[in-house]
């Protein structure tokens, strides 16, 4: 499976932005996912992730995101989604999405992941 961001691009504070990660590949109903983003200067850090089983597994997010990010996949066109609401100028990072093989959710470490995809940049203006 290889993964490739878009959707990334300058958003005014509390506006809205939403991410897709298309994944090429095979096999891409038996990978949890997972979105990291990276600020300058900052460690890559976990956004949220969802389960290889999709919605029969509660998805997992950082509390900074909580109640403003959502997360979700279609296994039809083999893409996981990031919807952001009310953005933030915190929010402004390179966002990277990642996939893990038979994961329930929960895994929020950079290294517990196996594949990545290249990134892409959300820069929210205050």
């Known amino acids: 499976v290889q993964l490739v961001e878009s959707g990334g691009g300058l958003v005014q504070a509390g506006g809205s932005l939403s991410l897709s990660c298309a994944a090429s590949g095979r096999d891409f109903s038996i990978y949890g996912l997972a979105w990291f983003r990276q600020a300058p200067g900052k460690e890559r850090e976990f956004v949220g992730s969802?389960?290889?089983?999709?919605?029969?597994?509660?998805?997992y997010y950082t509390e900074s995101v909580r109640g403003r990010f959502s997360i979700s996949r279609d296994n039809a066109k083999n893409t996981v989604y990031l919807q952001m609401d009310n953005l933030q100028p915190e929010d402004t990072a390179v966002y990277y999405c990642?996939?893990?093989?038979?994961?329930?959710?929960?895994?929020?470490?950079?290294?517990?992941?196996?594949?990545w995809g290249p990134g892409t940049q959300v820069t929210v203006s205050s």
């Open positions: 969802i389960s290889w089983k999709g919605p029969a597994y509660p998805a």
């Open positions: 990642a996939a893990k093989m038979f994961e329930y959710g929960g895994a929020y470490q950079v290294e517990q992941y196996e594949i």
